[in-house]
């Protein structure tokens, strides 16, 4: 109730004759469950749950799904480029009921797609150096480790050198 669209609303002036580039960022904290996915043109990210069924297929967890202590599900992050670019950041944030079966960090090359993963307490970092213009998919496994209700956190990628180009996945 504090924060009116008034807060939106700047003003800004330019006292020289040559132009000027910045910024401006709103920052603000919200339940991770209210978070709507969010894109803004030239990177798209969309994040998926699966869980191997008896043949070996993926099948798409929903909230019907019965999930069991120690089970394996694969995290599927697809990605999308608009044009080529370089040195971006991917941060998939965990529901606090997975843990990573691949702990350590290191170069991965998978689906044409080069990159570096390392995986932290709450989150998984993957960093591209170059990602060219298209559609790419990342995989990877956790273990369900505590049963319950949970709510995962999103998955966000971004331009570390451009951070306007970002975008990000609605909380689940």
Not at 72 to 89: C, G, N, S, W, Y
């Amino acid at each position: 109730d504090e924060v009116t669209n008034d807060f939106g609303k700047v003003s800004i002036k330019n006292k020289s004759d040559k132009p000027v580039f910045g910024g401006i960022y709103w920052q603000y904290f919200e339940d991770l469950n209210q978070v709507k996915s969010a894109e803004n043109g030239l990177l798209k990210i969309a994040r998926t749950f699966y869980i191997e069924s008896t043949e070996g297929k993926l099948q798409e967890i929903s909230n019907e799904t019965e999930l069991k202590l120690g089970q394996k599900v694969i995290i599927r992050l697809e990605i999308t480029a608009e044009k080529d670019m370089e040195f971006i950041h991917i941060k998939d944030s965990r529901a606090a009921t997975f843990e990573p079966v691949d702990v350590l960090s290191g170069y991965q090359y998978k689906n044409n797609l080069r990159y570096y993963q390392s995986t932290r307490d709450a989150a998984t970092n993957f960093f591209i150096d170059y990602l060219n213009k298209g559609s790419y998919v990342i995989d990877y496994e956790v273990r369900l480790n505590n049963e319950g209700t949970f709510t995962g956190g999103i998955s966000t990628i971004q331009s570390m050198y451009a951070p306007e180009h970002t975008a990000h996945t609605s909380g689940i």
